[in-house]
């Protein structure tokens, strides 16, 4: 069993940065493939970025050379830095660990990007 706690989300101003953690409890952190999706009002959940237990990332297209997916196995930690903050950004961001058919979320943290 996973638990994962995400934290770092607020309001922030376009074209800032905020810096997403999520915390694991459990032994298969560091052999789970790691995600970071994001929902907003009134759309589906959608994928961000992914990492994988041998530390591959991925990203989609709108927030490549923008948003950072890193992980910290010795601290059972995933993160998710995002710089250049756009309105569009605005979600609830939720953390995602994959160990076979085991698939693990957590209670998701809100990003909102506003003047």
């Known amino acids: 069993q996973v638990q994962l706690v995400e934290s770092g989300g607020g309001l922030v101003q376009p074209g800032g940065s905020l810096r997403l953690s999520c915390a694991a409890s459990g032994s298969i952190f560091r052999i789970a493939d790691l995600g970071w999706y994001r929902q907003a009002p009134g759309k589906q959940r959608d994928l961000v970025a992914t990492i994988t237990s041998g530390g591959s990332t991925n990203y989609v297209d709108s927030v490549k050379g923008r948003f950072t997916i890193s992980r910290d196995n010795a601290k059972n930690t995933a993160y998710l830095q995002m710089n250049s903050l756009k309105p569009e950004d605005t979600a609830v961001y939720y953390c995602?660990?994959?160990?076979?058919?085991?698939?693990?979320w957590g209670q998701g943290t809100q990003v909102t990007v506003s003047s």
């Open positions: 995602n660990a994959k160990y076979f058919t085991s698939n693990y």
